[in-house]
């Protein structure tokens, strides 16, 4: 019913308009050509100015209304370089963008038709257009310069140190691999995957590498403080892994293995307290269209702190004897000290896995 | 061109006039209905058919963005209406997931390639080209037409892939393999796609149908004395634009003809260590590179969002000079910013590339490339407002959405500088910041140019005005509008959201704007009734409009103006006018404005 009201109220605006368009046209003709044309252009020419002036005012409001929701403090090191560029970018744009709005708007209406006035023949002036080709070109090589600076920076090689996690997409989620207490990712093999018998990445068990490699899904674990570089797959179509806190970004191609690195600044705990929001997560999202569920495939990412990774990873079981079941024995427990150890050895040998990679 | 061929060449189209002219008037009476309306090749006539095929797609497309920022815009509410029209695919009156990535996708591919490329180069290029450069017709109406009726079949395609059982095309109006490759990956990959591709094919042949007949006619046919250099900014845009889509079509074609390979023909071009969860199978495919694919679509894809705004920004440019009464400013600037911008638009495909993994040395170089790109821009944006200064403006609805052009493309623009910078990009990249961006920059200006091109030679088409209270209303609708949908949009995509997301309530961080996304689709509708408004007011003065009385209604320069106002086939009916100086003396030694045609008198001041 509301349906057809609307559209009812459509129609009759729609007429009401013709209507009013119809007949200032004949209002038009009995006026003169001429004076309808000049009471018609000092309307537009007005407008000019109001749409200005409304215009910069919004554009101020709006930016006070959300300025807020637009994440906040950077969460990564790198996110910080992206924050800094961020900022000279809109700065240079900023003014551009103000002044050649007023000049453009307040010389239409400055310029607008007069019988007095004589238009300028001025059809050329090489040093006017000297200029605003040399002002840009500066202002550009400062972009660049700052923007390749930050880029190199950002995506240049990963510490050797560096924990390392390799994630995977798949059609509508994620997919989490530690190298276990070896430090190595064991072999895989596409033809291998069997989500039935849990073996989502197509782990080949012939490899012993592989039997202590943890497989989780949902969830990422990261550590505060401490590189990471993210190994990045795609089981079936191209993904992205967007993790908009740290300003981070990179597509999972399948065949193609991607990297990426970042150091998270703060836990989410911290964050928690930081943003005064209990809920918070840190959230990860494809941010490549993969289908009908592309808006759902969410990852979390909890930032913790290095004995809280370690007691976790120690809970985990790993995917090979989550598949084997019975064939081999669980994990003894171990002191969180020597855990400690392992995981500093673990992270010397990190660099093979480069090299494995 | 020498001047002797030159001359040569005008000796012989003039000659083919006369047989022309002379079967023109023999078989002036068994004209039928077909001939001059269907299969016409009449370079008039084959415009206004892209033109109206142009707006019927464009409130298809249009009217597709509706639907789905209701979708946006009321995650929570529910249309029982929609089931009436979209059945399956909006169970219970709320769209499905499929539905709304097939509505987005055929959106996209509607609007960037059969509205605002085949539309806008289609009419403007068919209509102009002939009669600012004083030609009978394009050098072969033949092909022109057949131009047409390709895009005519593409159109019929693309419009039965609506009708799919699976659904058209879902993969995004990129199309990236291997989403778009598998049918077990998405409903709308499998017939749809095929559709999607035989349909984009045949559009491609169009346009080099089509582009190929604007070279030829611009360098073979000018009429006496029209040499490069006197040509309207108009047909400089039209000609760059043409030369960037035939070099660049082909591409994409070759691009699609793999992804059908890869489709049916079990080729791996674009495949490899793939495994299919919804069939639980993992795929043969191995050693084909998905990348492969974006390089070849972006490097149509990148020079294709110059051939849209090119076009625009011919027409604007004499638009501005018309309107102002005065010479565009830099008129050899203008033209090598055209170039400028041609010859780049082929070096910077790979800044839609950033985060695919691809070298970072290689992103560096498109980074520097693609921030070059603002260099003529900023020129053109500069010698437009120099054209506004102290000139003597009329606000006729094509000079209103000239300014308007210029307005939108300033601040399109400049996002085009945060995008086009890598280490932001890794931040906004596929978030709705892009969507803001190109929304602004291409979508909205572009259709300003086309807006601002139909008004202006409405009166030429049709020997008619259109209304000029309903013309008002538009354009200030649609500006103010365009702004209010797209700028607030930046906001959500510096917050990171994700474009492509129907619904964000199962997200915490991109949640905040439920307020902001309803407003935004209020106005969309709005924005998108007022366009109905104007399509109206297009066709009811057509019929009705107000007749135009005088040969040149706007005071204006180029040969179109000294036609008869309702030119038959052939366009003069004498000789074709010879040509004395550029399309831009506007205020020259007092005078209002001086035809192309006049000779130059002895005490005329140089410029």
Known sequence: ?357 | MSNEATLHGHAGIDTSHDIGHGEHDVHHHKETFITKYVFSQDHKMICKQFLITGMIWAILGGAMSVLFRLQLGYPDSTFPWLEDILGKWAKGGKIEPEAYYALVTMHGTVLVFFVLTGGLSGTFANFLIPLQIGARDMASPFLNMLSYWFFWLASVVILCSLFLETGPASGGWTSYPPLSALGGASEGSKAGMDFWIIGMALFVVSSLLGGLNYITTILNMRTKGMSMTRLPLTIWALFFTAILGVLSFPVLLSGLILLLFDRHAGTSFYLSDIFIASTNTALPNEGGSAILFQHLFWFLGHPEVYIIILPAMGLVSEVMSVNARKPIFGYMAMIGSLFAIAILAFLVWAHHMFVTGLNPFLGSVFVLLTLLIAVPSAIKVFNWLTTLWKGNIRFTPAMLFAIGFVSLFISGGLTGIWLGNSTLDIHLHDTLFVVAHFHIVMGVSAFFGMFCGIYHWFPKMYGRYLNNTMAYIHFWVTLAGAYLIFWPMHYEGLAGMPRRYLDTSGWHSFNNFIGLNRFISTVAMIVFAVQIMFVFNFFYSIFKGRRVTTQNPWGANTLEWTTPIHAGHGNWPGEIPEVHRWAYDYAKDGREFIQQTEPISASESKH
């Not at chain 1, 990860?284 to 009908?292: H, I, T």
């Not at chain 1, 004897?321 to 969180?336: E, L």
């Not at chain 1, 020597?338 to 992270?347: G, V």
Request: proline share 4%.
């Open chain 1, 1 to 357: 019913m509301s349906t057809i009201f609307l559209i009812l109220i459509l129609l009759l605006g729609f007429l009401i308009t013709f209507q009013i368009a119809k007949a200032s046209e004949y209002v038009g003709i009995l006026k003169g050509e001429k004076k309808n044309f000049e009471q018609n252009n000092r309307i537009n020419g007005f407008l000019m100015i109001v749409f200005l002036v409304l215009g910069l005012i919004g554009v101020y409001w709006c930016n006070e209304l959300y300025k807020g929701k637009i994440l906040g403090e950077s969460a990564s090191d790198h996110g910080e370089k992206i924050d800094t560029m961020l900022h000279i970018t809109l700065l240079i744009t900023g003014i551009v963008f103000v002044i050649t709005q007023i000049l453009l708007f307040w010389f239409a209406y400055k310029y607008q038709y007069s019988e007095k006035r004589k238009p300028y023949y001025f059809p050329h002036n090489n040093k006017l257009e000297l200029i605003w080709t040399v002002i840009p070109a500066i202002a550009l090589t400062v972009l660049v310069g700052f923007g390749l600076l930050y880029w190199f920076r950002i995506t240049g090689d990963a510490p050797k140190d560096a924990l390392q996690v390799e994630v995977t997409g798949k059609q509508f989620n994620w997919i989490f691999r530690y190298p276990g207490k070896d430090n190595i990712f064991g072999k895989k093999f596409y033809q291998n995957i069997s989500d039935k018998t849990d073996n989502q990445l197509g782990l080949l068990w012939d490899d012993p590498a592989t039997h202590d490699d943890i497989v989780t899904n949902t969830t990422m674990y990261l550590i505060v403080n401490k590189p990471v570089k993210l190994i990045i797959n795609s089981r079936d179509v191209i993904h992205d892994v967007g993790l908009v806190h740290f300003r981070m970004k990179m597509d999972a191609v399948p065949g193609t293995p991607t990297t990426m690195w970042f150091t998270p600044k703060y836990t989410t705990d911290e964050m928690r307290k930081k943003l005064n929001d209990p809920e918070f997560d840190y959230e990860l999202s494809c941010d490549q269209m993969c289908g009908k569920g592309h808006f759902s495939m969410k990852g979390i990412v909890k930032v913790v702190t290095q004995s809280e990774f370690i007691l976790w990873r120690a809970k985990q079981q790993s995917n090979y004897a989550r598949v084997m079941g019975d064939k081999k024995p669980a994990t003894p427990a171990q002191s969180d000290s020597t855990q400690m150890k392992t995981a500093k050895l673990n992270n010397e040998a990190a660099t093979k896995l480069v090299a494995e990679k």
